[in-house]
Nanobody, 128 residues
């Protein structure tokens, strides 16, 4: 079993920045070889892909709506993945979820069904 805990959400004005963190832990063994991703869900909308990163951080992927503004990274020594969000827009307002799947290949996925473990989410609100 894997536990994921997000932090770093909050209220920010348009044009501002936030950095989200997601700390992972495995109930049995070490938290290793997990691909990680961020998704978000706005009220009344489906959960959508934001960004993903492979276990070795050799590959990243971004939704078109956040390219050039958001950066995903990870620190495997700390079992933590980050999402640096710059130039935030009101349409970025959503609950942001961290997700993980046990995989160490080069494939990188952007569908919710590909990920086995999810955090509880952290609210990001961008005011205009």
């Amino acid at each position: 079993q894997v536990q994921l805990e997000e932090s770093g959400g909050g209220l920010v004005q348009a044009g501002g920045s936030l950095r989200l963190s997601c700390a992972g832990a495995a109930s049995r063994g070490a938290f290793v070889r997990y691909h990680m991703a961020w998704f978000r869900q706005a009220p009344g909308k489906e959960r959508e892909f934001v960004s993903a990163i492979t276990w070795a951080a050799g590959k990243t992927k971004y939704a078109d709506s956040v390219k050039g503004r958001f950066t995903i990274s990870r620190d495997n020594a700390r079992n933590t993945v980050y999402l640096q969000m710059n130039s935030l827009k009101p349409e970025d307002t959503a609950v942001y979820y961290c997700a993980a799947v046990h995989w160490d290949g080069d494939e990188i996925w952007d569908e919710t069904e590909e990920y086995d473990f999810w955090g509880q989410g952290t609210q990001v609100t961008v005011s205009s």
